[in-house]
């Protein structure tokens, strides 16, 4: 069952897709019961027409928890970015948070992040995190910045979605963008620049979530790079240099992360 102390009486909606996610939403699925974040959990589950298994095994979920737990299935495959925004259309909490099924969440990763947002009047906020290597025995800590700007998160995203929490006012006003790829990325710059706001680390130094190490669609690094320069062109609107410089530092990223999950996973 999901914890809560009901200490307000108030919800925060987790929002959760998932497609042929069986081998991990287990591991997920126990670290959003486990939390204890003071207020009522809103757990909102979107399956994209998942075929392994995952349907039956989340149904079941719900069996257990029917209060807690809503459950979108997809009749086909729409894509990460169209289930987000399905799950933010039906949450009711006034934060709502978000979580891909190959991570996982630590002890009091809601709590903490809720405190923080309420004592400092935030309404986007995320944490660091560790990425497990291929065994899952080993994990690569990323270290994020105090607060991210919409300048500082121009060509690349360092606004980890599996760690975010807003206002459910920021999360209905602006759609979630239904691209298959860049789709948090473009969301997050969207929120800062109109609202013209940051995004805080809850808590510097401190690890809250754990990345898998398989990420999917987003693994394909040819591909990611082109979906990029359409990212900048189309939505962003960068001219073709500002588009340019974009892309190197992305391939100067991704050759930095190659270099250093080679020495990682090797040990």
């Not at 978000?98 to 944490?127: A, R, V």
Request: glycine fraction near 4%.
């Amino acid at each position: 069952m999901i914890k809560s102390n009901l200490r307000n009486g108030k919800t925060v909606s987790i929002i959760l897709p998932t497609y042929n996610s069986l081998n991990t939403i287990k591991r997920c699925l126990k670290s959003v019961f486990e939390q204890n974040s003071g207020y009522r959990i809103e757990l909102i589950i979107i399956d994209d027409a998942s075929n392994d298994g995952t349907k039956e095994f989340i149904r079941n979920i719900k069996l257990e928890n029917q209060a807690q737990i809503k459950i979108i299935e997809n009749k086909k495959n729409m894509g990460v970015g169209y289930c987000r925004q399905k799950g933010i259309e039906k949450s009711s909490g006034i934060y709502v948070a978000f979580i891909d099924s190959d991570d996982y969440w630590l002890e009091n990763k809601l709590s903490k992040q809720i405190y923080f947002m309420e004592k400092n009047n935030i309404q986007f906020s995320f944490s660091e995190y560790l990425i497990e290597d291929k065994n899952k025995e080993n994990h690569l800590y990323v270290n994020i910045k105090p607060t991210i700007s919409i300048d500082q998160n121009k060509y690349i995203n360092n606004i980890p979605n599996s760690t975010v929490v807003i206002s459910n006012y920021l999360a209905k006003k602006y759609k979630y963008p239904t691209s298959r790829l860049r789709n948090d990325f473009l969301y997050w710059n969207t929120i800062m620049k109109k609202e013209n706001i940051k995004a805080y680390n809850i808590e510097p130094g401190k690890v809250y979530a754990i990345y898998g190490c398989t990420k999917g669609i987003s693994s394909k690094k040819a591909n990611l790079i082109y979906h990029q320069w359409k990212l900048y062109r189309k939505h962003f609107k960068y001219s073709r240099l500002d588009s340019l410089k974009g892309i190197f530092y992305n391939i100067l990223l991704n050759f930095k992360r190659l270099i250093k999950s080679s020495k990682f996973n090797s040990k």
